[in-house]
Structure formats: C-alpha cells, structure tokens
C-alpha cells in the first residue's frame, strides 16, 4: 500500500537558520500522487501548509517550500530562516488519491530556539 | 462556515467499556475520514466514507473499533472493548471529494484508557 516516511522524530534550529525537513513517499495505487504538507501548531488543529498535484513543480507557503520529486520519491520541507512561530509538528501526506484515504508521515515536531 | 467538530474533546474510560466518539464533517462535504494520532505512529487510518459508503477500513483497527456515518453530517466511532493502549487522540477530518482537494482535521478527542 501507499505510505510516507518521515525519518526525523524531533528537530531544533536556532531562529533565522535554514531547515529542511526530510519526507519521501511509496506510491503503489497511482503513479502521480497528490503530496501534501499539514502543520499542528500549539494548541490548534491540523491544517493544510502547502500541497503540489504535479510531478515537478514546487509548492510554497509562509516561506516554506517543497519540491515534488517523482525520481527520488521525495518531498522534502524546506525554509530559508525559520522563526519562533514556526515551532510546530510538521505532518508530510500523500493523497487523497482516486477511491484511497491520505496518508501520513509519523509527524516531525520542529522547535525553533531563540 | 463551520470546521469539523468533534465531541468530546477529552474521554476517560475505564479498560472494558464501550466509547462512542462523534463528528460533524464540513457541511456539502461527501468524504470522511477517522484517524487515530500517537508520537510513535503518527496519523494511523481508521475508516473512510465516501457519500456514507465505506471505501477504506484499517485493517489493524478492525477488531475493536467500528466507524459509523449516520448520515451525510454526523459520524460516529466506537471502541468496544476498550484498552489502556488505545489511548491517543482520535482526528475526524472531511474532504469536498478525492481529488486535489485539501483535507480539513477536527481539534480531535484524546481518549485515556485506564
């Protein structure tokens, strides 16, 4: 079945450091998946970062980026200078595809240290 | 427009009891999804419902837990039995349909199994 693979549990970055936060994907229901990034910050629900439906293109939000890599199988979330409001659990999803339910990475929870 | 809801938004139970969790999709929404949240596993898929017909049943989750859609705006999940390692946090999330459409999460219900 399809599935997401987050590899890093916790991350920390002093603020205005670069990130990037490692996601690849296995897709066995359809070639081209929708990929997607969801963020929980403190205290809030689950909510839709960014999301890229097309091999190759990039998808970006509130300074983070992502590039959909069909090659490597990979979607990675990456921002140039993070900020202390960007502490937050980072989910990396694959999905909704034809008649299958998203999938999800384990989750990546970033803190941004002042 | 109202999010997802989700009632309770905490339930403690005893090990053995049967608990009914609820959730109202995003009105006009016709897909549904239950999840199950832990650090370890992250965003486990529970049961999926398209228009009130089930598409996807986790196949892990099958013994125990049954997800039920009432009707096109009311889902119900229920644990019977219950143990002390179902306890995390339940997420019911909808989506317009199954294509590149973003998913919207409720604030969930953390359940604890003593």
Same mark, same amino acid.
């Given at each position: 079945?399809?599935?997401?693979?987050?590899?890093?549990?916790?991350?920390?970055?002093?603020?205005?450091?670069?990130?990037?936060?490692?996601?690849?994907?296995?897709?066995?229901?359809?070639?081209?998946?929708?990929?997607?990034?969801?963020?929980?910050?403190?205290?809030?629900?689950?909510?839709?970062?960014?999301?890229?439906?097309? *091999?190759?293109?990039?998808?970006?939000?509130?300074?983070?980026?992502?590039?959909?890599?069909?090659?490597?199988?990979?979607?990675?979330?990456?921002?140039?200078?993070?900020?202390?409001?960007?502490?937050?659990?980072?989910?990396?999803?694959?999905?909704?595809?034809?008649?299958?339910?998203?999938?999800?990475? *384990?989750?990546?929870?970033?803190?941004?240290?002042? | 427009?109202?999010?997802?809801?989700?009632?309770?938004?905490?339930?403690?139970?005893?090990?053995?009891?049967?608990?009914?969790?609820?959730?109202?999709?995003?009105?006009?929404?016709?897909?549904?999804?239950?999840?199950?949240?832990?650090?370890?596993?992250?965003?486990?898929?529970?049961?999926?419902?398209?228009?009130?017909?089930?598409?996807?049943?986790?196949?892990?989750?099958?013994?125990?837990?049954?997800?039920?859609?009432?009707?096109?705006?009311?889902?119900?999940?229920?644990?019977?039995?219950?143990?002390?390692?179902?306890?995390?946090?339940?997420?019911?999330?909808?989506?317009?349909?199954?294509?590149?459409?973003?998913?919207?999460?409720?604030?969930?219900?953390?359940?604890?199994?003593?």
């Amino acid at each position: 079945g399809d599935s997401v693979t987050q590899t890093e549990g916790q991350v920390t970055v002093s603020e205005s450091k670069s990130l990037i936060i490692n996601c690849t994907y296995s897709a066995t229901s359809i070639a081209y998946p929708n990929l997607f990034w969801y963020v929980r910050y403190p205290g809030e629900g689950l909510q839709l970062l960014l999301k890229v439906i097309t *091999a190759g293109q990039k998808g970006s939000s509130r300074g983070f980026e992502a590039t959909y890599n069909k090659e490597t199988t990979s979607f990675h979330l990456q921002k140039a200078s993070v900020q202390e409001s960007d502490s937050a659990v980072y989910y990396c999803a694959l999905g909704p595809n034809n008649n299958n339910a998203p999938r999800f990475g *384990a989750g990546t929870k970033l803190t941004v240290k002042p | 427009d109202a999010g997802v809801t989700q009632t309770p938004r905490h339930e403690v139970a005893e090990k053995g009891q049967t608990i009914i969790l609820k959730c109202e999709p995003v009105s006009g929404h016709n897909d549904l999804f239950w999840y199950r949240q832990t650090k370890i596993q992250g965003l486990e898929l529970l049961s999926y419902f398209r228009s009130k017909s089930l598409m996807e049943d986790g196949g892990a989750f099958k013994d125990r837990f049954k997800a039920e859609m009432l009707n096109s705006s009311f889902s119900t999940l229920k644990i019977q039995p219950t143990e002390p390692k179902d306890s995390a946090v339940y997420l019911c999330a909808s989506s317009l349909d199954s294509s590149n459409t973003e998913v919207f999460f409720g604030k969930g219900t953390r359940l604890t199994v003593v």
